[in-house]
């Protein structure tokens, strides 16, 4: 167990029969984040607070839409289905796997919405009310419309296939007109819905373009689609040679089947994003009268105005930009910055809405609120994001429509060509010239490949954020890294103490434990895990003091812990020290005219940083470090991982101009940051790679979220991108070779229909099977270091972290 | 050959059938989540609780 609370947890879990949980688990929780004051669940049962996000179903009925944190794998989703549906008062509860959203219904009168949210809590994971029902019908309507499409397009092909074939294989003559008619009407009935409702998107898309003159893809995907209509159409009651409406089909399934696998991968991209939403809270307390009294309204946050006076308490978020009117408090701010030392807040200062407030209760006037706050600007930029195509995607696309317009000018001069031979043929070479040639192909090639890359990148762990980073990947020639947070852990650990004379170490150590028991900064959760007996020892009278250090009452007697001179006021005369190591952070522990000891705190490498840094460096990139700390600090770390380059005490703009004379050399660099400070560099970089324990704003501007941290991930993703652009190549080449050969053939007039349904239908599948071939990680594994080396197994099966 | 009469508009009629049971199951939200039956199947409910 990790702590009382997920002692308490597995024990409600064991009490309540539903340890199978541990049974049929197949990843672990994740840890639970430092204890915060919880905020007020209560809000969330005001009527004026729910009506954004929960809907009526009668008198007391109530059903809403909630977002689960924490779902790693099909137990949780079993766990709390269970859990939330076993409550008194909940009627039904439902979780969907795949966007870890629960469905709840449940009766007013019985069980509220706060408790629901409790039990949430209280088996170890977090939900909070998705306000984005509205946007969460549009992707549902969105994905059943798409689906529908691709099945009516899907079972028409097949379909209409069984009536073509026969006409294929008969020999001249054995089958009676009459057959043949009523399979061509057959055909017919069941191509209308395929061209007329699967393929609407198309034809709406091409007179979008065309009205917008920037002929797109959809243009003579339409275009081929209506004139193999219309040609077929003509034939089938001119009793005409030939009819195409298997191909159409064809045609039309295939090209659904790209977008809906494009559609996907949108989609679950946008969700990563969900969690900026649950940083900005749903309700707030206004202040009646400022000047008078602390009165305060619950109202929702959304109909908060500018100039509105909100209180802020201890544990809550500021529901909106704004500036602090009065007290004196530290905010964790890491939602945007990352930087989860807390920011002192004191009256004057700019506060961003989302902030958590740690300590004391401020008072803010709100600037901004909702849609207009910081976050959600971040939110929407992510968001856009997320909607842009790669920009290879778009070449191919102009490829392609340049490519349709030959084709069109090609079928063109054939008819002509053939008028003069055989005028009785024109139409049908025409056709043929125009149906055997496969845009999609080219459309499929490039979409499709990248589709798979993306999927198999998330399920390592690496979050594609920007369209174009696959690409950008596969070409980089230089890494360059931040230390702090990206190979380093960003957390602290005692590396060394100096008790002084006369003091016992243990003893020192409890006393700053004690001192420290409730600060979330990272030194006090360094010092404290180190602390053997943290117990034996307790401080009273704690008093923090930003910036310097904590001060607090032991056995009658003050102490302090904190920076040099902090602990001198007390202490006495400075003592002399011996060097700390390099790179250390020095922390030192007093008591009334008495030095104890001094702590040196590191932040330790990465377990997999030496492997990853070997593992870009045999592949012929170089890698660099830039940093912002000190000289020692960096060089200490850049020795231990055999990088030569690099460079410290770096500021942000420093960092930039270097990377501007990289890429005046010619270089692709690829920068890996974690924090704000970093967002300089990282947009000049032409890919931006950002951990996913770092700042949120970085996120939101990387090209590529490394989530969980695991720097693994890079080396993965550089293997992965090559490979996607091997197979893109692949495709494209394999496009151009059989359009050629088949067009001049077509024109030539010795391509049959059926010879070119076939041979498109062929040159579409060969395509995405290539790129589907990705999925199979037989040669992605020749990048990957093993994972066993970094990650050894489990051996305590007996502490379960729920 | 005959019979083609009958069985060709039956094949058409039994598509547009086919396609009115996948609108239903479409409808009734059987294809929402794809992921989770699959592992739910697997989930042993019938332990005391």
Known sequence: ?802 | MEILYLLIPLSVVLVFLIGWVFWWSLGSGQFDDLEGPAHRILQDDDGPQ
């Open chain 1, 1 to 802: 167990m990790c702590c009382p609370g997920c002692k308490a947890v597995a024990e409600a879990i064991a009490q309540g029969g539903l340890s199978s949980y541990y049974r049929s688990r197949t990843a672990y929780a994740p840890r639970a984040t430092q204890p915060v004051a919880q905020a007020d669940l209560r809000i969330y049962d005001r009527p004026e607070v729910q009506s954004g996000f929960v809907r009526s179903l009668g008198a007391h009925e109530r059903e809403t839409t909630l977002i689960l944190e924490g779902i790693t794998c099909a137990a949780c989703v079993w766990l709390n289905e269970r859990h939330l549906g076993g409550l008194s008062g909940v009627l039904s509860a439902q979780i969907n796997y795949a966007t870890r959203r629960a469905q709840v219904r449940w009766d007013d009168s019985r069980i509220s919405l706060s408790a629901i949210l409790e039990q949430v809590e209280s088996i170890g994971y977090r939900a909070w009310p998705a306000t984005s029902a509205n946007a969460e019908q549009t992707r549902r309507r969105e994905t059943r419309a798409a689906l529908w499409r691709l099945f009516v397009a899907g079972f028409g092909m097949m379909q209409v296939m069984m009536y073509a074939l026969p006409a294929y294989l008969a020999d001249e003559g054995s089958m009676s007109e009459d057959v043949s008619l009523l399979m061509r009407l057959a055909s017919l009935v069941l191509t209308v819905p395929v061209v007329f409702f699967s393929a609407a998107p198309f034809f709406l898309g091409a007179w979008r373009d065309l009205r917008r003159r920037r002929p797109g893809m959809d243009v003579p995907v339409a275009l081929g689609i209506g004139v193999a209509f219309g040609a077929s159409l003509f034939a089938t009651f001119t009793g005409g040679a030939e009819v195409y409406f298997d191909s159409i089909t064809m045609f039309v399934f295939f090209l659904l089947c790209a977008r809906w696998l494009e559609m996907r991968a949108r989609q679950k991209a946008a969700a990563n994003l969900e969690y900026l939403d649950k940083a900005l809270p749903l309700a707030a307390h206004r202040l009646r009268d400022f000047a008078r009294g602390r009165q305060t309204d619950e109202v929702p946050a959304l109909s908060l105005r500018a100039g509105d006076l909100v209180l802020v308490r201890a544990g809550e978020n500021c529901p909106g930009d704004g500036s602090v009117v009065e007290g004196d408090t530290e905010c964790d701010e890491s939602l945007l910055t990352g930087e989860s030392t807390p920011v002192r807040k004191r009256s004057g200062d700019k506060i961003t809405a989302g902030s958590l407030n740690r300590l004391s209760p401020l008072v803010v006037r709100i600037t901004h609120v909702g849609e207009e706050t910081c976050v959600s600007g971040v939110r929407r930029l992510a968001e856009r994001a997320s909607m842009q195509r790669p920009r290879i995607a778009e070449l191919a696309e102009r490829v392609a429509s340049r490519f349709v317009v030959g084709v069109l000018i090609f079928a063109t001069a054939a008819a002509l060509v053939w008028l003069w031979v055989d005028p009785s043929r024109a139409l049908w070479v025409a056709v043929a010239v125009l149906v055997v040639s496969c845009p999609c192909a080219l459309s499929l090639a490039t979409p499709t490949a990248m589709t798979v890359a993306v999927g198999r990148l998330a399920r390592r762990g690496a979050v594609i954020v920007r369209a174009h980073a696959i690409e950008a990947l596969a070409g980089v020639t230089h890494v360059v890294f931040d230390k702090t947070g990206t190979l380093t852990e960003g957390r602290f650990s005692l590396v060394a103490t100096m008790p002084q004379r006369g003091v016992e170490l243990d003893r020192a150590l409890a006393i700053a434990a004690a001192l420290e028991r409730d600060s979330e900064h990272p030194i006090a959760t360094a010092l404290g895990a180190a602390a053997t007996d943290a117990g034996a020892v307790v401080a009273c009278a704690l008093r923090n003091v930003p910036g310097s250090g904590i001060e607090g009452s032991v056995f009658g007697l003050r102490h302090r812990l904190g920076s040099l001179p902090f602990v001198a006021e007390i202490a006495g005369a400075l003592q002399p020290a011996e060097p700390g190591r390099a790179g250390a952070t020095r922390v030192w522990l007093g008591c009334d005219g008495r030095w104890l000891a001094g702590f040196d705190l590191t932040d330790p490498l990465r377990p997999e940083a030496q492997a990853v840094v070997q593992r870009l460096q045999a592949d012929g990139k170089r890698v660099l470090i830039w940093s912002g700390d000190a000289t020692a600090a960096v060089g200490a770390v850049a020795r231990q991982l055999g990088v030569e380059d690099c460079e410290a005490g770096l500021l942000p703009h420093d960092k930039q101009a270097r990377m501007l004379a990289l890429q005046q050399q010619g270089a692709v660099v690829a920068m890996v940051g974690d924090g704000v400070n970093d967002a300089p560099v990282l947009a000049q970089a032409q890919l931006s790679i950002a951990m996913g324990s770092g700042a949120l704003l970085t996120q939101a501007h990387a090209d590529i979220v490394l989530l969980s941290g695991r720097l693994q991930g890079l080396v993965e993703a550089i293997g992965i991108a090559a490979q996607t652009r091997r197979i893109v190549r692949q495709n494209l080449v394999w496009a151009t070779a059989y359009n050629v050969v088949a067009l001049s053939l077509a024109a030539a007039g010795l391509v049959t229909p059926w010879l070119a349904g076939i041979g498109m239908g062929a040159s579409s599948l060969i395509v995405v099977l290539n790129a589907l071939r990705a999925r199979h990680e037989a040669r992605g594994t020749r990048h990957e270091v093993k994972a066993s080396r970094f990650f050894p197994p489990r051996t305590s099966h007996l502490a379960p972290r729920p």
